[in-house]
């Protein structure tokens, strides 16, 4: 079965600084999907970023950009001037053709004034 | 588009009690989950539809809780009777998978459940 691992249970930054969220995950699958979730305290999860695995180019949302890494099955989430703003639980996420979204147990960020 | 609406908000209710909770997909997407998301457990899919037909349930706790989706723009999550332990927050969350669409998950605001 598939598995994300999240292994920072909480993160924090100072204001304008960067932050660098882990992830890994495990599957035999060569086609897939990885995914951030922002959940600030509203509770809304929002979508940050998304990753297809036939893309070598690393994609970026902004300040949000990730760094996939295929065959060591690590999907990192680097967060450039860190805003108050970015303070949330941050989840990592799979999906392959089996619908299903695999989620992280979360990262929790703290930004510092 | 409003994005997925979930209703109501907030919910409390007394142990034993019939609770229904509701789910407006986004226009034109054919998946829709139900998540329920706890400290302990984290974020748990309940179950998905596809084109209103449950596929997978098999997260569904238990008998007391069913799930329906009698059209593509409408779902309900129903726990009778709640206990105690079903207090959590309940995300919709609605997808396409259709040419041009993406396949990342659109969450609703979640509904806060407290079954005291």
């Known amino acids: 079965a598939q598995t994300v691992t999240q292994s920072q249970p909480e993160m924090s930054v100072q204001e304008a600084e960067t932050v660098t969220l882990s992830c890994t995950y495990d599957t035999s699958e060569s086609d897939y999907y990885l995914f951030w979730y922002k959940q600030p305290p509203s509770r809304q999860m929002i979508l940050v970023i998304r990753q297809e695995a036939y893309k070598q180019q690393n994609a970026t949302e902004n300040r949000f950009s990730v760094n996939f890494q295929k065959a060591a099955k690590s999907f990192s989430l680097k967060i450039s001037d860190s805003q108050l703003g970015d303070a949330a639980m941050y989840f990592c996420?799979?999906?392959?053709?089996?619908?299903?979204?695999?989620f992280g147990k979360g990262t929790k960020l703290t930004v510092n004034p | 588009d409003a994005g997925v609406i979930q209703s109501p908000r907030h919910e409390v209710t007394e142990m034993g009690q019939e609770v229904t909770l509701r789910c407006k997909p986004i226009s034109g997407h054919d998946y829709l989950f139900w998540y329920r998301q706890t400290m302990m457990r984290g974020l748990e899919l309940l179950i998905y539809?596809?084109?209103?037909?449950?596929?997978?349930d098999s997260g569904m706790p238990e008998d007391r809780f069913s799930a329906k989706m009698p059209n593509a723009s409408f779902s309900t999550l129903k726990i009778q009777p709640s206990e105690p332990r079903d207090s959590a927050v309940y995300f919709c969350?609605?997808?396409?998978?259709?040419?041009?669409?993406?396949?990342?998950?659109?969450f609703g605001p979640g509904t806060r459940l407290t079954v005291t």
């Open positions: 539809f596809n084109n209103n037909v449950p596929i997978d």
């Open positions: 969350a609605s997808s396409a998978r259709l040419a041009g669409f993406s396949y990342e998950q659109y």
């Open positions: 996420a799979y999906f392959s053709g089996s619908e299903k979204l695999v």
